[in-house]
């Protein structure tokens, strides 16, 4: 079975502050890691993956993730949140041998001016 | 590249009425997904398709629910009767899957919003 695990359903940053949303996995074989993001009334994003090689992985918007085996886990951060950056973050893992995209709960990050 | 296509993107109904949501996956993409958005229950996936062959429908909720796949580039879920609790965001998604491989990404549509009242 695999799982992820976003422990926090809100973040609240100032803009131009780092932001970073958590995100922890379970998996039985190789992860693959998705990050997705979600505006009001529309469909989810795609931001970045991880599937091997460097554990950090940079993808739009000028967000990146780091993927860290022993605590399993893939955050997603962004050195300098914009407002726009306000709306709903998925986590979202695959085993390698499997096509079930698994999805966290979501976290809603708000940037406040 | 237009993405992945839904219709309508609102839906409002009556209990008991038949609901029919469309989808035109990205063009080349031989997979894709159905997923329902709740509140509660968050995304679910409710049916995969490889090829226009529907591989897992497990996840479908029951008999009401039923979806097909004609062809490569058109994908229709029903619900018949629809009831209240079919109230959600129901999503399509298509991705490139290459010898089954799953690094591919998911692509998702804007969603249709449907409420049975």
């Known amino acids: 079975a695999q799982s992820v695990a976003q422990p926090e359903d809100q973040v609240n940053v100032a803009e131009g502050n780092p932001l970073t949303v958590k995100c922890t996995y379970s998996?039985?074989?190789?992860?693959?890691l998705f990050w997705y993001v979600q505006y009001p009334n529309r469909g989810l994003q795609f931001l970045l993956k991880?599937?091997?090689?460097?554990?950090l992985v940079k993808g739009s918007y000028g967000f990146e993730a780091e993927f860290n085996k022993s605590q399993t886990s893939f955050h997603l951060k962004k050195p300098s949140a914009l407002v726009s950056d306000s709306a709903l973050y998925f986590c979202?893992?695959?085993?390698?041998?499997?096509?079930?995209?698994?999805f966290g709960a979501g976290t809603t990050v708000t940037v406040r001016a | 590249d237009a993405g992945v296509i839904q219709s309508p993107r609102h839906e409002v109904t009556e209990m008991g009425q038949e609901v029919t949501l469309r989808c035109k996956p990205i063009s080349g993409h031989n997979s894709l997904f159905w997923y329902r958005q709740t509140m509660m229950r968050g995304l679910e996936l409710l049916i995969y398709f490889n090829n226009n062959v529907p591989i897992d429908d497990s996840g479908m909720p029951e008999d009401r629910f039923s979806a097909k796949m004609p062809n490569a580039s058109f994908s229709t879920l029903k619900i018949q009767p629809s009831e209240p609790r079919d109230s959600a965001v129901y999503f399509c998604?298509?991705?490139?899957?290459?010898?089954?491989?799953?690094?591919?990404?998911?692509?998702f549509g804007p969603g249709t919003r449907l409420t049975v009242l």
């Open positions: 998996v039985s074989g190789n992860p693959y």
């Open positions: 991880y599937i091997t090689g460097d554990n």
């Open positions: 979202a893992v695959r085993d390698y041998r499997d096509y079930k995209l698994s």
């Open positions: 998604a298509s991705s490139l899957a290459l010898s089954g491989a799953s690094t591919d990404t998911q692509y």
